[in-house]
């Protein structure tokens, strides 16, 4: 479980989030939506500790993040797997050494290396992927890759930060669907920050709406969605200012 409270980030004298709370309860695939700025990457940023806060707590599983020592914080973030927009995959690397880098920096051996990089490959449908280097890719495969990294070391957590935003509708539906299978199959709670609204709706059974580093609403996605508040209008683009 992820416990906020009270979350307050600042750059300089500006609070980008201010006084967040909010619980993501296992197995939740959890939305963060709101206008460009609001802090959504902010708010991931600060749950594996990216990012420094200034006050507030989050509780991981028990573990207070703002209070782990660094070496306490790399062991954390082994628990924490994390996706972007941009993939952030090593181009001079083949699929299977980009898949093995966490496993390497953990300085398992060789023989357990391939075996689980095998296994990820095939969950992500890569397999016959391995050897090829990110450039020859298409988008999809490329978010694949960064999915099957971000699972290596079997985190119960994974972040993810606008990963379907560069990809075309169908492709991008298809990386949602592996997400989903990876929640249900692995029990793998995902905290999901997106603008495309319909993915969110389509995949998250709760969300929360940032509106000026404040939470304006959270609650269950189907309610949220089915009865749009203000909040979602605005979002959507439905209401004009007066
Ligand atoms: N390192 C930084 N230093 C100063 N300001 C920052 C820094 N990172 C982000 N900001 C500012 O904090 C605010 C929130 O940024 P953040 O990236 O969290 O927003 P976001 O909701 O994820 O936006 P988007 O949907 O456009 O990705 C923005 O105004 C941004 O300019």
């Known amino acids: 479980m992820i ?4 979350l307050t980030k600042k750059y300089g004298d500006e609070a ?3 006084d967040i709370s909010l619980t993501i309860e ?25 990012e420094e806060f200034e006050s507030g707590t989050i509780d991981v599983d028990g573990l207070r993040v703002e209070t782990l020592s660094r070496r306490e914080l790399r062991i954390f973030r082994k628990n924490v797997g994390m996706i972007f927009q ?10 299977f050494d980009n898949i093995a880098m966490p496993l390497e920096c953990w300085g398992y051996d060789r023989v357990k290396i391939k075996r689980r990089v ?23 495969q490329k978010q694949r890759v960064a999915i099957a990294r971000a699972l290596t070391l079997n ?30 199959r692995y029990g793998i709670t995902i905290v999901l920050v997106s603008h495309q609204l319909d993915i969110v709706e389509s995949i998250c059974n709760r969300v929360c709406i940032l509106e000026q580093g404040r939470v304006a609403e959270e609650g269950m996605a189907e309610s949220l969605f089915d009865r749009p508040s203000i909040a979602l209008r605005s979002l959507k683009g439905e209401l004009t200012d007066a």
């Open 118 to 140: 095998e296994e990820l490959a095939e969950i992500v449908g890569l397999e016959e992927k391995l050897a090829v280097r990110p450039a020859e890719l298409s988008g999809g």
């Open 16 to 18: 980008v989030l201010n």
């Open 155 to 184: 985190p119960s957590y994974l972040l993810s930060d606008e990963a379907t935003s560069a990809l075309d509708p169908k492709t991008a539906i298809s990386i949602v669907k592996l997400l989903q299978d990876i929640n249900h």
């Open 86 to 95: 941009d993939f952030s995959l090593i181009g001079r690397k083949n699929v």
């Open 3 to 6: 416990r906020i409270e009270h």
């Open 26 to 50: 296992p197995r939740d695939i959890y939305g963060v939506v709101g206008q460009s700025g609001v802090g959504k990457s902010t708010l991931l940023n600060c749950i594996n500790r990216l």
